[in-house]
């Protein structure tokens, strides 16, 4: 039988204005990145996609690089849109972004004009749409002026190709850069999309958090379960479908004794809530004034049910986060390195 969008799916969902931007995102944003590729059979992905439009997750998150072949997440999802979000066009906010490896040779990574725009278009083709809702700068190009990159990324939306644009795992002076040129040409800079989690907090001791307040920048926030780790999934043992077993974007040196340990006792606070681990996790991101979404993986649609099932507790006592803090540290990983990703 067809699906069909429940009738209801707006109701729920709670939407937060990106930064001083007029676009509103949910709370809870799909990222289709490793579980969205040839290895997943087409009627899971299905599944996983209109479950979440279903409740009120509007916001697709890809790149160009995204699924086990690069590309082949766009590609997936494009048949989705054509097939099963055909005529929603208008009621999706669809991103994506270049930077990272994509083609052979000296044009088919980083941060140039040429690779940008000739990126932006692939993914446009994949798609099958005429533009993206935002296009981002994937990550910080060492080699090749801002200015060039920025340009580029204004060049796109002069050219109806995005309607917004953003920037990925930039650190706070990067991104302070980025702001004053992309506010001197006009360009719609709205949103910043960092690594956040309660493993991983660099955006509190790199100061981008307060930077995205002051500049009145919105941010998406990824890995805010930390690749699985802040789920059910490893409490007990390293399951062998799971990342940390495949190798895929989780080293099983991540799951340490001591960040077990911290990671048990996070689960316990999460109990006392009622919640999951990961509904804990994702409410304590979004505890965040300057986050306006966190973005979540699913290789199930149960796993999105249970991400959204964290809106219904956001709220923290002062005691709670206290003791928060004491599980919620680094725990000495480096889940998308910051030194590399966002020159530091």
Not at 15 to 42: E, K, M, T
Not at 97 to 119: N, Q, T, V
Request: charged share 20%; glycine share 8%; hydrophobic share 35%.
């Amino acid at each position: 039988m067809k699906w069909t969008p429940k009738d209801d799916r707006y109701d729920h969902m709670l939407y937060n204005r990106c930064g001083n931007s007029g676009l509103q995102l949910p709370a809870i944003s799909l990222g289709l990145w490793h579980n969205f590729g040839d290895d997943v059979a087409h009627g899971r992905k299905v599944e996983i996609c209109t479950t979440a439009f279903d409740l009120g997750i509007t916001h697709f998150d890809l790149a160009n690089n995204y699924g086990p072949q690069p590309g082949s997440a766009e590609i997936a999802f494009g048949k989705i849109l054509r097939e099963e979000f055909a005529g929603l066009r208008d009621e999706l906010v669809i991103s994506s972004k270049a930077g990272y490896r994509m083609w052979p040779g000296p044009y088919g990574e980083w941060g140039s004009r040429k690779y940008l725009i000739s990126s932006c278009d692939q993914s446009l083709k994949r798609l099958g749409v005429d533009y993206v809702d935002i296009f981002y700068s994937h990550r910080y190009d060492p080699n090749t002026p801002l200015e060039e990159t920025m340009l580029a990324l204004d060049q796109l939306v002069r050219a109806g190709k995005a309607l917004y644009v953003g920037v990925s795992s930039y650190n706070t002076a990067r991104t302070k850069e980025a702001y004053a040129i992309l506010k001197s040409l006009g360009t719609p800079f709205i949103i910043h999309q960092p690594s956040y989690s309660m493993l991983n907090r660099w955006v509190e001791t790199d100061g981008l958090l307060d930077t995205l307040t002051d500049t009145g920048l919105g941010s998406i926030v990824f890995s805010p379960l930390a690749q699985g780790m802040l789920t059910d999934k490893y409490l007990k043992e390293i399951p062998a479908d799971s990342r940390a077993s495949q190798g895929k974007s989780l080293q099983q040196g991540f799951l340490s004794e001591e960040n077990m340990e911290n990671i048990k006792a996070l689960n316990d606070i999460a109990k006392r809530r009622n919640q999951t681990l990961a509904q804990l996790a994702i409410a304590w991101v979004l505890r965040q004034k300057a986050v306006t979404s966190a973005l979540i993986g699913a290789s199930k649609p149960q796993q999105v049910i249970d991400c959204v099932g964290a809106l219904k507790n956001i709220a923290f006592t002062d005691a709670e986060l206290n003791e928060i803090d004491k599980y919620a540290q680094n725990g000495h990983i480096n889940i998308w390195s910051q030194s590399a990703e966002i020159d530091n």
